[in-house]
């Protein structure tokens, strides 16, 4: 009995079978060789013939053979614009038919609220969807797939992606993705089994993912990913590597979603093992004879723990030396040999210097704005030199210093060919480096201050300083322009310009008209004397101006007796800073040092003027940051005058001490005004740690600050009896706009009189 085939089960054969088939029995069709006369092309809509031409390996006037016939089908295949292709031959003419695939016209998105519509639409291009490109059934469910794994990376677990295809004119497609999103997918427990020598609380704050909390909305480390969960489990390997476990051991990690798709349990299976004692550190390998400077290197005590934060220390100390002769590829491996049954340990370093290497070139990559100059002119390896891993580090530690770049990082590539040769390469991400910044006080009764600037700290990207300060007050204004030239000259004395009118009136004597005005210029210098400090000398001139005598308080009127209500000064400048922070913004360890003297022989007023400060932070624990401030300053007149009133020192408030209105320090005079005095004290110390909730992230905390100072007037000694006192909490944050501060003072130690003013707050912005 015959067999027919039920023809309802036959489907559309895929063109890439066609091909295989078309290509399989060709020798059995096989057509006679001739000269092509002519190519023509069929089917053509939208695309350019050009595209079909340069993908034929023929032209008019070659041999035609079916060899070549299959290679053209493949090239045309392989172009990914059509969907069918088929080759005819019409007596000495190839007619290639194209059946061509639709284009995507328009990529559109509902429902997205999570996601930026450009975040998705650069995903789906390389993913080969975009407008412009070809139409693929498979590629949309790549697609769909993308943009599903899009939110699975924030905990998305229940979004759901629907596509909608509309042809449209001119064999185009418009491409539709409708997205419900769901809610978030949250962490709502999570567990750490097999833990005996450490509670489980200790091993989870150490963790950044969490559950939910009351800040979490912000940190967002109640959602679950992948790469978040190995960091914490490497974390807690570090812990217990620290404290002797040199066998611990994650077993399992499982983590589960609920039927809803909302919460998620992690469950972490870890073994301990136990504790070892490091009984001696052998050195095995090639030490270039310096076998005691390495030895100096050696972090580990025989006697004490095992702790993994000492070998990775000691490996790296070893690598850096060994960079520092020039050996840019050593390889450092410690290992241990262990006894179980006396739980002792011995380590072992084996070093293997490699071959010696110079830099051939120092390549600048990710410099969008700033010059390659800027950033060279901070390097100390140079090219052609021989490798210095302590001057690479210094220089990658300078550029950073900028403060144009977020992230500075040194790549080490060998040169093919040339195993005595590495080019270091600068890889580079640039920040804003302009801001906008304001600053707000607030005081019981109608005190309000306001401040601002406008900054840029890398003009045109030349590395040079523009400022624009403006400051108002009850008790002062400020207009200040200044310029700053870092590489003055090619050795790095760098040259600053001020510009500036200051006027102010003392505090209590806003009802009069009295004000004070101060034009003036100066122009300073800096020498850099190590890769740390720089001296700073300068010179200048100003005026000082008194416009009317109605309700001048007495102070001033001795002023005005003693050098006229128009008077002049050409004061002088000497200074000298060492710069030691990790980082100015968000420092966590280092230190800060300053001394400027200026003083003033020449001209109506003479004086002297001393300004010293000391700041260091101290990284108590990797949550928590001490940092203290002193800061002390002294004036004298000179040839018998007195000291000028408007170079008073003020105190109080932001920047001295916090819960005291700002300026309000310092002697009162006769008529109720406050005009601060020549010497000044000020103490303060921070505590930073997180805010509850947020884990380990640095640019939200809280900090606790004590502050002590006090401002005193001319011949009066500078009593500690006299100090006055704060206490309070705040908080910092590095927002996404620029940095945020909030404190809230209360007095400790305070006089009759003082003005008490607790909320005061500074913020900005940057562009």
Known sequence: ???????????????????????????????????????????????????????????????????????????????????????????????????????????????????????????????????????????????????????????????????????????????????????????????????????????????????????????????????????????????????????????????????????????????EGQPYTVTAVRLEGEMLGREADFRERVVMKPGTGYRGDEVTATAKAFTDLFGVYGYAFAHVEPRTEIDRKTGQVVVVVQSNPGQRVYVRRVNVAGNTVTRDEVI?????????????????????????????????????????????????????????????????????????????????????GTGNYLGIEVNTSRVSRNLVVSTVDPYFTDDGISRSFDLYYRTSRPLNSIGSAFQLATPGVAVRFGVPFTEYDTVFFGAGAEQTIIGTTVGVPNSYVTYANSYGKHSNAYPFTIGWAREERDNPLVPTRGKYQRVNLDFSVLGDVQYSRLNAQYNQYFSLTNKFTLGVNAEVGLGYGVKGKPFPVFKNFYGGGLGSVRGFEQGSFGSVDITGAYDGGPKRLNLNSELYFPVPGSGNDKSLRIFAFADAGNVWRAGQPMDPADLRASYGMGLSWVSPVGPFKLSYGLPLRSFAGDKIQRFQFQMGTAF
């Open 376 to 460: 060279r002119r901070e390097m100390r390896q140079f090219e052609s030199a021989w490798y210095d891993g302590a001057k690479i580090k210094l220089s990658r530690d300078r550029v950073e210093r900028l403060g144009y770049f977020t992230d500075v990082n040194v790549d080490t590539n060998e040169v093919p060919g040339a195993p005595d040769q590495v080019d270091l390469v600068l890889n580079l991400t640039e920040k804003p480096t302009g801001s906008l910044t304001a600053a707000m006080g607030f005081s019981s009764a109608d005190k309000i201050s306001l401040s601002g600037s406008i900054k840029k700290e890398n003009v045109f």
């Open 1 to 271: 009995m015959p067999f027919f085939p039920n023809l309802s089960l036959l489907r559309p054969v895929p063109a890439c079978v066609a091909l295989m088939v078309a290509t399989a029995v060709a020798p059995a069709m096989a057509a006679e060789a001739f000269t092509i006369n002519d190519i023509r092309i069929e089917g053509l809509q939208r695309g350019d013939p050009g595209s079909v031409f340069g993908a034929l390996p023929f032209r008019v006037g070659d041999t035609y053979n079916d060899d070549k016939g299959a290679a053209a089908l493949r090239a045309l295949f392989a172009t990914g614009l059509f969907k069918d292709v088929r080759i005819d031959v019409d007596g000495k003419v190839v007619v290639v038919v194209v059946d061509e695939r639709a284009l995507v016209a328009t990529v559109s998105f509902t429902g997205l609220k999570e996601f930026e519509k450009d975040t998705l639409l650069k995903a789906l291009k390389d993913n080969g969807i975009g407008e412009g490109l070809p139409y693929d059934r498979a590629v949309l469910d790549r697609a769909e797939q993308e943009i599903k794994r899009q939110y699975l990376s924030k905990s998305f677990y229940g979004a759901e992606v629907v596509t909608t295809i509309t042809p449209i004119e001119r064999n185009r497609v418009n491409v539709a993705f409708n997205v419900v999103e769901g809610d978030v997918a949250k962490i709502r427990e999570v567990r750490i089994l097999g833990a005996k020598a450490f509670s489980e609380s200790t091993l989870l704050d150490l963790m950044d993912l969490t559950t939910g909390g009351w800040l979490t909305w912000y940190t967002k480390s109640d959602r679950y990913a992948r790469a978040k969960l190995n960091a914490d489990l490497e974390k807690i390997r570090s812990y217990y590597l620290n404290r002797g476990y040199l066998e611990f051991d994650v077993k399992s990690t499982q983590v589960t979603i609920s039927p809803d798709k909302q919460d998620i349990s992690i469950s972490v299976q870890i073994e």
